[in-house]
C-alpha cells in the first residue's frame, strides 16, 4: 500500500480505463475482504450512483491525475496519521495496525 496517498476529491483515470473516477475513500477494503486497498473511487462527474459502481485500486494503477483534491491542515495531520500507522490489516471487518508482539522465545 502507497503511503503518499492523494486527498478526496482527486480525479485520476486508471491504466487501461476509459472514463475518470474521483476519489472517494482511502485506505479501505471491500465488504467480506481481507485486502486493503489505497482507494476507492467513483465515477466522475456522476459520483455514487450505486455501490456496484465503485472502484478500489492501490496508486499504482493510476495512469494520469487530472485535478488533486483540498489539501489544508486537517488533510495533512490526516496524511501524518496515515504515515504513522504501520503495517496494516483486516480484523473482524475493520481495518487495524498490526499488533507488534514480540515472541519470548526462551533463550536466555
Avoid at 502507497?2 to 472514463?19: A, T, Y
Avoid at 476507492?40 to 450505486?50: K, Q, R, T, V
Avoid at 478500489?56 to 483540498?70: K, L, S, T, V
Amino acid at each position: 500500500m502507497s503511503r503518499n496517498l492523494l486527498p478526496i476529491g482527486s480525479v485520476v483515470l486508471l491504466k487501461g480505463g476509459e472514463k475518470r473516477v474521483m476519489i472517494c475513500g482511502r485506505i479501505q477494503t471491500r465488504a467480506g475482504e481481507t485486502i486493503i486497498y489505497d482507494y476507492s473511487a467513483c465515477y466522475f462527474p456522476e459520483g455514487i450512483i450505486d455501490p456496484k459502481h465503485m472502484f478500489f485500486f492501490n496508486h499504482d494503477a493510476i495512469d494520469r491525475i487530472f485535478f488533486i483534491g483540498f489539501q489544508d491542515s486537517e488533510e495533512l495531520s490526516y496524511q501524518d496519521a496515515i504515515n504513522n500507522m504501520g503495517e496494516l490489516i483486516v480484523k473482524d471487518g475493520e481495518i487495524v495496525p498490526v499488533e507488534n508482539e514480540s515472541v519470548s522465545e526462551g533463550n536466555d
